[in-house]
């Protein structure tokens, strides 16, 4: 679960630290989910229809990259970091290790690897994270290093 700030509030800027882990619910994927996905925003035969992705690189039926990422957005949005404001992104690097398959249950492990003040906006900071999507087996499926930009409390 989420690791939230004294009473359960959200995190503002001045709350987080270099190492502080945060760990999500999870979500179980299926043969419907990744098919329904990938038919509206990435209709790829491997993704779509059996046959076909058995032939493929992927040896088998495989969500779209960028389910597995909308996945992680929304898993991190209800219970992997508590964020004040919302989760902004202003950047990031992504990268998909393994296949996120039919079956898998992912959840997600974040780790703040920067804390930077503005100089120029007293309002905010830049944080940048990095999350492990993982499957049942502890597999990561997913990487995402995103910069973000989180509130300062106001006085």
């Known amino acids: 679960m989420a690791e939230t700030s004294a009473a359960?509030?959200?995190?503002?800027?001045d709350d987080f630290h270099v190492g502080q882990r945060f760990g999500s619910e999870t979500h179980a994927l299926d043969e419907a989910q990744i098919k329904a996905f990938a038919?509206?925003?990435?209709?790829q035969p491997f993704h779509l229809d059996e046959k076909a992705a058995a032939g493929s690189l992927f040896g088998g039926l495989a969500a779209s990259g960028w389910h597995t990422a909308?996945?992680?957005?929304?898993?991190?949005?209800r219970s992997g970091l508590p964020i004040a404001g919302g989760i902004i992104g202003a950047g990031g690097?992504?990268?998909?290790?393994r296949p996120t398959r039919?079956?898998?249950v992912l959840s997600v492990e974040s780790e703040i690897v920067e804390v930077t003040p503005s100089?120029?906006?007293?309002?905010?900071?830049?944080?940048r994270m990095r999350s492990e999507t993982k499957?049942?087996?502890?597999?990561?499926?997913?990487?995402l290093v995103a910069k973000l930009v989180v509130p300062r409390r106001v006085a």
């Open 8 to 13: 359960g509030a959200p995190y503002y800027f």
């Open 39 to 43: 038919a509206q925003f990435d209709p």
């Open 70 to 77: 909308a996945i992680t957005m929304r898993l991190l949005v």
């Open 93 to 97: 690097e992504i990268s998909w290790p």
């Open 102 to 104: 039919p079956g898998d």
């Open 119 to 127: 100089r120029s906006r007293p309002d905010r900071g830049m944080m």
């Open 135 to 143: 499957n049942q087996r502890g597999e990561i499926v997913q990487v």
